[in-house]
C-alpha cells in the first residue's frame, strides 16, 4: 500500500498547486455550472420529467462531471508525464508494483471527480434546491469515478500523442454525454439506440444516482459498473507492465 | 554491470547490434556516440524500459530478465529529458521519490537534507523547481536518483542543453556524489569533454555496435596517436556522418530539453 499511497500523495500535490490557476478552475467547475443554468433555467419548467426536470438535469450534469474530472485526470496525468516529461517512466521504474501505481493514479481521478461533483451539488442545492443523493445514487457515483480514472489510465497508455485523445474525447466522452441520460430521459430515445447506450458506464451511473433506495437492479447496476472499472484497472495495469519504449 | 548481446531492431534499423560489455563497481563507465549511435535504446534496455530483442542485462547480480524488482531497487536513472515536476518544490520532489522507494521517515528526512547539501540546493529547496536555472535542475534530478542509495545510477546525457558552468558544476556534483555513496556510473553522452573528465573507460557506439572500449589512453593507443585528443578520437571511431542516424525524434527530445533547462 505505501507504494499507491505515494503515487496518490504525488498526484494530489500536483492537483494542490494547479487548483489555484484559472484554466485548470474553469474547465473543471464552470462548463457544469453553465449547463446547469442554462438547461435549468431555459428548459426547466417546459419539460416533463418524473420528480421535476432541474433535479432530474441536476444529477445527470453531477454525473458527467465525475465522468470528466476523474478521465481528465488520469488520462493527462499518465499521458503527459508519458509523452512529454520523463516522470511517468521514473515512477514506472521505482520498486512500486503495477497494481499500486494504478491504483494511486486512479485514486486521485477518484479524488478530483468526487470532489468537483460535490462542488456541482453544492450549487445545485443552493441555486435549485436539489434534495440530497441517496446511497444508491452516492455509491453509482463513487464507482463511475473509479470506472473513468481507470479507463482513462488506460488510454493515457496507448495514446501517441494529444491528438489522439482528442478522438477519445470526440468519439466515447461526448456521445455518452449527451445520449446516456445526462440531459434527457433516455426512454425518448428510440428502442435499439437505447439498448446499445443502456450499458454503457455513465448510463448506469446516471440510473443509479435517480435512484431514491436499493433495489435489487441498482445492486446489479453497482455490479456492473464496478466490474466495468476493474476491467479498466486491469487493462491499465497491464498497460502498466508491459510498457515499453 | 553485465550486458550480453544485447539486440535491437525498430523496423528495418538495427539500433543496437549485439553488443556486450561490462561495468565494475564503483567505476563511472560512458556510452559516447553520435546521435542515432544507440546509445539511449541501450540504457533504455538495460533499465527495463525498452525490451530487447535478444540478450541480457545483469546489473548487481541480478539477471534483468528474471529479477526486474530488485534490479528496479538497484538503480537510480536520469533520464535526458526532465524528470522534475517543476510546479513542485526541489523538496517535494524528492519527498515523493522517498516515499517511492519506501524510505522510512526519519531516513527519508535525513537522506533528503543531505543530498540537498551535498548538490548545493539545500537554499532553494523549498522553491518551486520551475524557478531554478537548467543546472539546478539537473543537480535535482540526479540527487532524486540517488536518494535511495542505488548500487548502479544511469544517466542519459546528464548535461545537454547546458551552459559550460553549469556543466561543470553538474560534472563536480556527480563525481562528488559518486566517490561519496560509491556508486557505479554509466552515461551517455556526445560531449567528448564529458566523457573524459568523468569516465573511467569509454565505450564509443556507431551505428549500434561498439566501435572502441576502453580508457581514454587505450583508445588512443589503438589508433596509434599517444597525442590524439578526444575530438580525434570521436572523429576516429565514430566520425561517419554520411551514415548519421537520429532522426527528428531525437533533435525534438535534445531542443525541448534544452529549452526547458533554459
Known amino acids: 500500500m505505501r507504494g499507491l499511497l505515494a503515487v496518490y500523495r504525488r498526484e494530489m500535490l500536483l492537483m494542490q498547486k494547479k487548483i489555484g490557476k484559472l484554466g485548470y478552475v474553469f474547465s473543471s467547475v464552470m462548463f457544469p455550472v453553465i449547463y446547469l443554468f442554462a438547461f435549468g433555467l431555459g428548459l426547466g419548467s417546459r419539460v416533463e420529467v418524473s420528480g421535476g426536470y432541474v433535479p432530474f438535469l441536476a444529477k445527470g450534469i453531477i454525473s458527467l462531471t465525475v465522468m470528466l474530472n476523474a478521465f481528465q485526470q488520469t488520462s493527462l496525468s499518465v499521458s503527459a508525464g508519458r509523452l512529454y516529461q520523463r516522470t511517468f517512466q521514473t515512477i514506472i521504474l521505482s520498486p512500486v508494483p503495477a497494481l499500486q501505481i494504478a491504483g494511486g493514479i486512479a485514486l486521485a481521478g477518484m479524488t478530483r471527480g468526487l470532489l468537483v461533483g460535490g462542488l456541482i451539488y453544492g450549487v445545485a442545492w443552493l441555486a435549485f434546491g436539489v434534495p440530497a443523493l441517496s446511497g444508491a445514487a452516492v455509491t453509482g457515483l463513487c464507482l463511475s469515478a473509479f470506472c473513468f480514472a481507470a479507463f482513462g489510465i488506460a488510454v493515457g497508455l496507448v495514446i501517441g500523442d494529444a491528438d489522439e485523445i482528442s478522438l477519445v474525447n470526440n468519439f466515447i466522452i461526448t456521445p455518452m454525454i449527451f445520449f446516456c441520460g445526462s440531459f434527457f430521459p433516455m426512454q425518448n430515445l428510440p428502442e435499439a439506440l437505447r439498448a446499445v447506450l443502456a450499458v454503457l458506464p455513465l448510463s448506469i451511473a446516471n440510473n443509479l444516482l435517480r435512484l431514491e433506495a436499493w433495489t435489487i437492479q441498482a445492486a446489479g447496476g453497482a455490479a456492473v459498473l464496478a466490474a466495468m472499472g476493474c476491467g479498466f484497472l486491469w487493462w491499465g495495469v497491464r498497460g502498466l507492465k508491459q510498457y515499453d519504449e | ?31 559516447l556516440g553520435p546521435n542515432g549511435a544507440g546509445k539511449s535504446t541501450t540504457i533504455k534496455m538495460m533499465i527495463a524500459l525498452l525490451n530487447s530483442d535478444e540478450g541480457e542485462v545483469v546489473i548487481a547480480g541480478h539477471p534483468l530478465s528474471r529479477e526486474p524488482m530488485r534490479v528496479r531497487e538497484s538503480i537510480g536513472y536520469v533520464p ?110 556526445h560531449y567528448m569533454e564529458e566523457a573524459e573528465a568523468l569516465c573511467a573507460r569509454i565505450a564509443i557506439m556507431n551505428q549500434g555496435s561498439i566501435a572502441a572500449l576502453g580508457t581514454v589512453q587505450q583508445l588512443r593507443d589503438a589508433m596509434g596517436n599517444p597525442a590524439a585528443s578526444m575530438d580525434d578520437i570521436f572523429a576516429y571511431f565514430a566520425g561517419d556522418a554520411e551514415n548519421e542516424r537520429g532522426g527528428i525524434r531525437d533533435v525534438t527530445r535534445s531542443r525541448r530539453t534544452a529549452r526547458r533547462l533554459g
Open chain 2, 1 to 31: 554491470m553485465e550486458v550480453r548481446n544485447l539486440s535491437k531492431r525498430f523496423g528495418d534499423v538495427q539500433a543496437v547490434d549485439d553488443i556486450s560489455f561490462e561495468v565494475f563497481g564503483g567505476e563511472c563507465f560512458g556510452l
Open chain 2, 80 to 189: 535526458q529529458m526532465l524528470s522534475v515536476d517543476g510546479v513542485l518544490t526541489g523538496y517535494e520532489n524528492l519527498l515523493i521519490f522517498g516515499k517511492l522507494y519506501g524510505l522510512r521517515q526519519a531516513v527519508r528526512e535525513e537522506r533528503i537534507w543531505e543530498i540537498l547539501k551535498l548538490i548545493g540546493l539545500e537554499e532553494v529547496a523549498q522553491r518551486q523547481v520551475k524557478t531554478y536555472s537548467g543546472g539546478m535542475i539537473r543537480r535535482l534530478e540526479i540527487g532524486q536518483a540517488i536518494l535511495h542509495r542505488p548500487k548502479v545510477l544511469f544517466l542519459d546525457e546528464p548535461t545537454v542543453g547546458l551552459d559550460p558552468v553549469a556543466r561543470k558544476a553538474v560534472w563536480e556534483h556527480l563525481e562528488t556524489l559518486r566517490s561519496h555513496y560509491r556508486m557505479t556510473v554509466l552515461l551517455t553522452t
